[in-house]
C-alpha cells in the first residue's frame, strides 16, 4: 500500500497535480484511488466525471472519491455525535441546533480521513492519492494527535469507571445523559483508527507528503512553513513539485526567475521536479496522463523519492541544534542572517532559507558548524 498526500498554497495546482499523478500510476496496472479530502472539491472538474462519496471508477485502474463530509461524519461519528446532541438539547438547545452543535472542531477534516482506513482494511486499491486541503487546515488536521492522545490515554478511562460507579447515583436526581458504555466504546475505537491512520501517515516505508508550488513569494513562504512543520510532526515529504514555471519569453520569468533557486536549495536534499506553464487547461484522464509522464518522467509515480528526515532539531541540555541536511556541501565561508521565522544561511555563493518553528524563533544562532553534508546550528 502506497499513500501521497498533496497539499500546498491555494491554486497552486494540488488537484491537477493529484489528479495527474494518480492517471500516469494507473496506467501501470496499479490500483489506484484518487480522494479529494479538500471541503472545496474540484477532483470532478479536473476528471470531467460526476463523484461522490463513495469510489467511483473513471477508467481502468482508476477510480476516485469525493468525501462528502457530513456523510463520513454520521458514518465514523454517528453515535458521539448523537451523544453530543442530547447533551445540548438537555440543556434547552432545540433539535436543529443541537444537530448542528455536534459537529466538533476537527471532526470534519478527521471524518474524511477516516476513509483511508476502511480502504486500507478493504485492500483492493494498490495506492491512495489524497488531494488535500491548502497546507494552513492540513497542518491543523496532521496536529491533532498529540491532543487527542493525552485525552484517550487519560481522560477516557478514568470517566468510563467513574461513569460506571455514579450512574445509578445521578440517575436518581436528574435526567443529565450520562455516555452509556457503548459511547465510551465508539469514542474508542474511533480515537484508535484515529491514531492507526496518523501512524500509517507517518510512516515513510508507506506515506508520503508532496509539496506543489509555484515560483511566488508567498507561495515559497507558505510551503516552507509546511515543510518545517510537517517534519515536526513526523510526516514525511518525499518531493517538491513546482508547478507553472514559465518559459523565458513570458513577461512573468524574469519575476519567476528570481526564486528558481531559493526552491532549488530551500528543501534541500529533496528532489524538486518541475512542470511548465500550460496555455490550455488539464482536463480529463488523457491530459492528466500526458502531465503526470511529464512530471515524473520514466521515474514510477508511486516512487519514494525521498526517506530520511531532511533536517532535525535536537535540544542537548538546555541547548537547541538545527541539523540541516544538503545534496551536496563545499567547505566554504558561512553566514546566518535570521529575522523572525526566517533563517537564511549562506555557504560561499550558495544560500538557503529555513523556516524556523516557535521553539526557536526567540532563541539566536550562535554557532554553525560544517559536518559533510550536514549543517549544525546552535542557538542559545
Ligand atoms: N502547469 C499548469 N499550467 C497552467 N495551468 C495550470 C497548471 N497547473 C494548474 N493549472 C491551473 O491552475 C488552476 C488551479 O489548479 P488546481 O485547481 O489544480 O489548484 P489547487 O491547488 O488544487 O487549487 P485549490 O487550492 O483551489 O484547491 C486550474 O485552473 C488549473 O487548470
Ligand atoms: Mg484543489
Redesign the pocket.
Known sequence: MRIILFT?K????????AAATGAYASTEGKKILLISV?P?H?LSD?LEKELSSEPIKISENLFAQEVDVYYSIERFWGELKDYIKSLFQWKGVDEILAEELSVLPGMEEVSSFLWINKHIKDGFYDAIIL?AA?TGETLRFLSIPDVAKWWIDKILPIQKRVVKVVRPAVKAVTDFPLPEDETYDAAEKLFNDLFSLYKTLQNPEISSVRL?LNPEKMVIRETERAFTYLHLYGYPVDAVIL??VVEENNFLYNIQKNYLERIETSFEPLPVLR????NK??LGVRDLRKLGEEIYKNEDPLRIFHKDKPFEIVNLDGEYKLRLYFKNLKKDKISIFQKGEDLSIRIGNQKRHFYLPRILTDKKAKEAVLKGNLLEIVFE
Not at 10 to 17: A, C, F, I, L
Open positions: 500546498g491555494g491554486g497552486v495546482g494540488k488537484t491537477t497535480v479538500d472545496a474540484s479536473v488531494d491548502p506543489v508547478n507553472k512542470i511548465p506553464y500550460y487547461e488539464i
